[in-house]
């Protein structure tokens, strides 16, 4: 709310302008550096960086990381928990091999104490593999699953790859598609907006209607862009968003989320 | 990261109302330059230390208001003569009448006062520049706002409702 009757207040004289702007124009890409650095330092450096590239193709990656360092370690005890120096020590590996943790992680993590077994191995897992364990490949999963049991931290592995004769995932597909189109009506609309006009009613309530998602990580991120597309959420805010899995079925509400926009989810 | 060009332009486009808020403070003008040049080189220097551009504009506000006061705080130091005539005009003549009143508010009321009304800042984005809270922004722009009706000679808010 600019009050244009007090825009005369100081206004800016020419030659501060001119300068001002001769200083934004000039800056140096990087801050000066107040020692010179000699050609021995460079060479050095560009060794040091050639040994690091070289390490860095032997780094391990998420599910690697897992499967290499943290099932035999997760071997060595009972507990379904780690103590708080395996914790530490498995951050400080993983750290080595460029994989880390966000900041909410790390500080749930700390704040515990102790960790999950299968918490801990899923947040590595999910590095390479993807946020949703339903998105992953089902050999992937299988594996995982697979490596639970292995460790004694599952009692069962409901998720396995086909065998010999078995429906194999694509004809899996096929006959539930089969069955959805032939029990309901594949012509019926999906959007009713009824609910949405019953919404705008409700005193509090800003109803926007968006496109259909199949999954709650897509459903999240659509949400998101949608409320902040319409102005009423901007980067840093902090959301609660509901939904219910599975997606697009009335009457499952059974997820919540509280949400940093402009985070990753 | 902010790129240098996005960088620039940005801080170019806020270039009068950093003056201004500069000259609330300081009321010189070669000391706006140099509270200006200063802040636009150590908002550059920490760029990275900016997490979301939308805070840009506050947060660069945020550091002239510092180095204004870093000013402030040296010129405080040396023993005061009076100012050399500055290139043969004299700001007074050329000042309109807002001007003078609002350069006239105690310190302390006015950069509220002008970050808020002048520069269009919310409440809440002032009371982050000024790290003081909302509450006490609202408090000083209102007795700034009355002052300035006084002086004006228009009614203050209770006098206008007849109380």
């Known amino acids: ?265 | 990261m902010m790129n240098k060009e996005t960088f620039a332009n940005r801080a170019i486009a806020m270039r009068q109302g950093q003056y201004r808020i500069a000259w609330s403070i300081l009321q010189n003008e070669a000391d706006c330059l140099d509270a200006m040049q200063e802040a636009l080189a150590k908002a550059w220097a920490a760029r990275a230390s900016l997490r979301d551009e939308a805070y840009f504009s506050t947060w660069l506000v945020r550091i002239l208001i510092n180095e204004c006061k870093t000013i402030l705080r040296k010129k405080s130091r040396h023993v005061l003569v009076a100012d050399p005539p500055q290139d043969g005009f004299t700001t007074d003549d050329a000042m309109p009448e807002i001007q003078r009143l609002v350069d006239d508010l105690p310190p302390i009321l006015r950069l509220p006062f002008v970050l808020h009304h002048i520069e269009g800042y919310s409440i809440k984005e002032t009371a982050r520049m000024l790290s003081t809270t909302s509450s006490a922004v609202k408090n000083r722009v209102l007795r700034a706002r009355n002052t300035l009706k006084a002086e004006l000679g228009y009614a203050t808010g209770k006098e206008a409702r007849g109380l």
């Open chain 1, 1 to 265: 709310m600019k009050h244009n009757d007090l825009g005369g207040y100081a206004p800016i004289p020419d030659r501060v302008s001119q300068a001002y702007t001769r200083s934004a124009l000039n800056l140096k890409e990087e801050p000066m550096r107040k020692r010179k650095v000699s050609m021995a330092l460079v060479m050095a450096m560009l060794l040091i960086l050639a040994a690091v590239t070289a390490v860095a193709a032997a780094l391990l990656s998420g599910r690697e990381f897992v499967q290499e360092v943290m099932q035999p370690k997760a071997q060595e005890s009972l507990s379904a928990q780690w103590s708080e120096t395996e914790v530490q020590e498995l951050l400080r590996i993983a750290g080595e091999n460029g994989l880390t943790l966000s900041e909410s992680q790390q500080a749930l993590l700390l704040a515990r104490g102790g960790y999950d077994k299968e918490e801990l191995m899923r947040l590595f897992v999910k590095l390479d593999l993807g946020q949703d364990p339903g998105t992953w490949s089902i050999e992937d999963q299988a594996w995982y699953g697979q490596m639970l049991m292995d460790i004694g931290l599952y009692a069962e592995n409901h998720n396995t790859v086909p065998e010999e004769g078995e429906a194999t995932e694509a004809q899996m597909l096929q006959v539930l598609q089969t069955y959805i189109h032939d029990r309901y009506d594949p012509d019926a609309p999906l959007t009713d907006e009824t609910v949405y006009r019953q919404l705008a009613l409700s005193w509090g309530v800003v109803p926007l209607i968006m496109k259909e998602q199949t999954s709650t990580d897509a459903l999240f991120e659509a949400s998101v862009n949608e409320t902040q597309a319409a102005s009423i959420v901007r980067d840093g805010d902090l959301v609660v968003i509901t939904a219910g899995v599975p997606v697009g079925m009335s009457g499952t509400t059974n997820i919540l989320k509280a949400h940093v926009v402009g985070d990753p989810a």
